[in-house]
């Protein structure tokens, strides 16, 4: 539980809704005691919908979900979906289809959409938003791109690499308002998210 700063002296309880170690990571950096939960929807693309629309969606959804469950929690959600030329790129998944992506991606300009969601229980309302990170990704050669795929393995990351690792050595630039979205959850939106919701920080 964490204490509130409304007046009321009630304690909420803060839920992620997702299984993402990276996640967890990056909110537990917050020192704010929380649970993650791991939502039940189905994260599939909808016919004709844009990247960042389904950032957005599935956002909300993750959180609307957890929500339903835990009425009396504020519950974090957040989608990233990663694109190039405005099509969608996906976590690969395994060493070839990673190798791929890398092929297609470098010496060009990444977009990836990380949409957040902060759901009050409490009373139903919620804040959407999608933070954006434009990344450069370094023209390096095939002997490189497989080595470090070998090294690292990002199979389970959208754009098969991990920026907070040796991921990082492929990229050429990175250009956001918010640094941790490119991880996978904004701190900087989120923390202002959680101040209006009437979240202290600082507090001994």
Known sequence: MIPSSAGSGTP??????????????????LRLP???IAPDIDETPL???????????????KAQAVARLHPDALVIGSDQV????????????????????????????????TALCLWDGRNGAFELENVQVF????????????????????YDCAGSAK????????????DSSDPTALTGLPLI????MLRRAGVPFFTE
Do not use: C, W
Request: aromatic share 4%; hydrophobic share 40%; no cysteine.
């Open 12 to 29: 909420v309880r803060l839920i992620l809704a997702s299984s993402s170690a990276y996640r967890r990571e990056l909110l537990g950096r």
């Open 47 to 61: 016919p004709g919908e844009a990247p960042q629309d389904t950032a957005l969606r599935l956002a909300r959804d």
């Open 34 to 36: 929380f649970e993650a």
């Open 189 to 192: 939106a989120l923390t202002g």
């Open 135 to 154: 990344v450069d990704v370094r023209d390096l050669p095939d002997a490189e791109l497989d080595a470090y795929l070998r090294i690292e393995q990002p």
């Open 163 to 174: 920026n907070e690792g040796l991921g990082i050595a492929l990229l050429e630039r990175i």
């Open 82 to 113: 990663a694109t190039l030329d405005g099509a969608q790129i996906g976590k690969p998944g395994d060493h070839a289809r990673a190798l791929a992506q890398l092929q297609t991606m470098r010496g060009r300009r990444v977009v990836f959409h």
